[in-house]
């Protein structure tokens, strides 16, 4: 059975989400003055990822090129999701994040030095463990990584109409 909603549509909606989640991060630090620590940079790092590869969907609009984005946009949502996980459970519970795989990642893409005020984390994870709405930040974030990386499956493996 074919949508009636072409998977263009749905790539570029999940580019746009992913993009207004790391604005609306950028909102939380330099308005409402909500520091990051290296796992809410790297996520903010995942989000980008995950937009480019829904864009490559958009730009490449063959079967095979959605398909191969849907992937990427699976992937790359699946280890966000385990990042907001391992923030959750492990980071924001450590009195330190100093040094860690997120530190190392962000230090190795230079991004930290080069876009500090997107990507350099100002804060360690213990005292970036705020709520937002009553939930934990990072929670929100695995909801949405959730969200796309299942968005991804289902483009992966439906077989929407090509615009």
């Keep these: 059975m074919r949508s009636h909603r072409p998977a263009t549509g749905v790539l570029g909606a999940v580019a746009t989400i992913s993009i207004a989640a790391v604005a609306a991060a950028l909102v939380t630090q330099h308005v409402f003055d909500m520091q990051p620590c290296p796992w809410c940079v790297l996520q903010r790092l995942v989000f980008l990822l995950i937009a480019a590869a829904a864009l490559l969907g958009v730009a490449w609009r063959s079967a095979s090129g959605q398909r191969t984005a ?67 930040y990072e929670l929100w974030s695995l909801g949405l990584f959730a969200a796309l990386a299942g968005t991804g499956a289902w483009l992966l493996f439906s077989r929407l109409r090509l615009r």
């Design 70 to 136: 849907a992937a990427g946009v699976m992937v790359v949502a699946g280890l966000g999701v385990a990042a907001a996980l391992w923030q959750h459970f492990v980071a924001a519970a450590s009195a330190s994040c100093n040094l860690t795989l997120a530190d190392r990642i962000m230090s190795a893409t230079t991004l930290d030095a080069r876009l500090p005020g997107v990507f350099a984390a100002y804060a360690s994870c213990a005292d970036a463990k705020v709520k937002l709405l009553g939930l934990p």
